[in-house]
C-alpha cells in the first residue's frame, strides 16, 4: 500500500432520506477532498448525490465532484470499458494524495458499481475502504412496517429472477425481490405458482417525497423499487 496517495472510500448513502446516513458517513463527506458520484446518463442527476447534497452545502471547505458515467446497459465489454474510465479518473485524484469518496445508494457492499471500480483500485494498490450505509430493503421494510426475518426464519434476496429461483423459493420465508422493473412478469408467475399463502408488498423510492407502498407487485419500471414477499406470517408493525 502506498500511504502517499489518497483512499477511495466507498459510502453507502441508504435508501433516500438524508436523515438515514450514518454519522461516520456524514463526517467523512464534511471534509474528503473529492467526491466520486457516479450518473446512469450525463444528463441525468445522481439520486446519491441529491441524498447529501445538503451535507456538502453546508461544508467548511472547498470539495470537487467528479461524475463518471455508468450506464444501465447489459453489454459487459462495454461496462467493463466505463469501469476502467471510472477507475481512471478516481486513480487521477488518489495519485495527488487526495482521498476519494465514492457515494453510492443503500449499502457499498450490496449490487453496487462501487465495487468493480474498487476491485480495479485495489488491484492497483491503493487503499480501499467502506462504510456501510443502511441498504434499500431495511429502509423498505422499516417504511412498510415489517418485519423481515425472526428466529430461524430464511431471508432471500434476489437480484434477478429467473429460473435459479425455482429450487430455491421454498426454502425462503421472506423473499426480498431487488432491480424488479427488469423481471416483473416471471417473478409473478414464479411466487403465484408458490403454494403458501403470501403476502406481496412493493416499496418505490423510499424514503424519498414520492415514497410509494402497495401491496402487489409494481407495474410500473421505475428503477427504485423493491417487492417484499412474506409467506404465511403477515405481521406488520403501525408506525408512530
Ligand atoms: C444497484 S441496486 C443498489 C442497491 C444498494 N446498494 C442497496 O444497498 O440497497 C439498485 C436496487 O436497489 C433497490 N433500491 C435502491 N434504493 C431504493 C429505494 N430508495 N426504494 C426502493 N428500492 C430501492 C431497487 O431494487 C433498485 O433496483
Redo the contacts with the bound molecule.
Sequence with gaps: MNNSKGRLIGI?VG??DPDLLTVKAVKTLESVPVICSPKSSKNKPSVALSIVQGILDGREYEYKVIEPIFPMIEDQKALESYWDLAAQLISKELDEGRDVSFI??????????FSYVANLIEKQGYSVEMIP?I???T??AASAGITLGEKDEIILVV?KVDERLKGLLEHADTMV?????RHSKMLEEIIEGDPREKKVLS??????DD?KIFEGFAKNKR????TIVKFNDFKTHEKS
Design positions: 453507502g435508501p433516500g453510492t445508494l443503500g449499502d457499498p457492499s450490496i449490487y453496487s458499481t450505509g441498504t434499500s430493503f429502509g423498505c437480484p425481490i431487488m432491480k424488479t422493473s416499496i418505490q423510492n423510499c424514503g424519498m415514497e428503477y427504485l423499487s423493491t
